[in-house]
């Protein structure tokens, strides 16, 4: 079965561009994690959805950032006005009902985003 | 605030040694901790888990233990492989959230 995918791989944005990044759950998981891995650092949590509802979105460093998942599969983390401290790899993991330490985390290969 | 810290250093060591990886925490106390293998360009790849009321874990080659007095998780790779070779993340866990350190580099030489 498919693994978790994610779209763009690169994105290279200029400055004060918006950008839109994608993520492909595993079919039939529950919660949706977003990371942001900055070069020489672990994943940090962004945000968590279960289903289509958004439960902690403690980590989202501005208003600039926004995500996703209408449907409760698919997932999108927008940015807004991007600033070059958002170059960072972003990471989208999925697990069956993430509703635990217990359950494994499901990792993406990530979106690396370069903002010139 | 929550703190993870993970060997500072790169591991460089021979095929067939053992490789000891540390984790410490501090300021919570997380009921699992999972480890994680993560190679260059890819997301990170679930290994093992551990729960607080156990010591030791086993997985073929790896072995983890958690000491919640000390706050700490030691991760073993015995008789390394240069296919071991990676960034290894400890991720303390509190509910669903993982908190990860910055990982530990691995390199195993033939």
């Known amino acids: 079965g498919a693994g978790v995918s994610q779209s763009p791989r690169y994105k290279v944005a200029k400055r004060g561009q918006d950008v839109a990044l994608r993520c492909d759950p595993i079919?039939?998981?529950?919660?949706l994690f977003w990371y942001q891995q900055a070069l020489g650092q672990g994943p940090e949590f962004l945000t968590y959805?279960?289903?289509?509802?958004?439960?902690?979105k403690s980590g989202l460093p501005s208003d600039r950032f926004f995500a996703e998942r209408p449907e409760g599969s698919v997932s999108t983390l927008k940015i807004q006005r991007t600033q070059q401290e958002d170059s960072a790899v972003y990471l989208c993991?999925?697990?069956?009902?993430?509703?635990?330490?217990?359950?494994?985390?499901?990792f993406g290969p990530g979106t690396r985003l370069l903002v010139l | 605030s929550q703190k993870i810290e993970q060997n500072s250093e790169a591991l460089n060591i021979q095929e067939g040694k053992t490789a000891t990886l540390t984790c410490n925490y501090t300021n919570y106390s997380p009921a699992y901790l999972q480890w994680y293998r993560q190679d260059p360009g890819r997301g990170p790849v679930f290994l093992l888990l551990i729960r607080e009321n156990e010591k030791e874990k086993r997985k073929e080659r790896l072995k983890v233990t958690f000491d919640t007095t000390l706050k700490q998780s030691l991760f073993h790779i015995t008789a390394s492989q240069p296919a071991d070779s990676a960034t290894y993340l400890c991720a303390p866990c509190i509910d669903y959230k993982l908190s990860f350190g910055a990982g530990t580099t691995v390199t195993v030489r033939a």
């Open positions: 079919s039939g998981h529950v919660s």
């Open positions: 993991a999925s697990s069956l009902s993430g509703t635990s330490g217990e359950e494994t985390q499901y």
């Open positions: 959805f279960q289903n289509e509802a958004q439960l902690d």
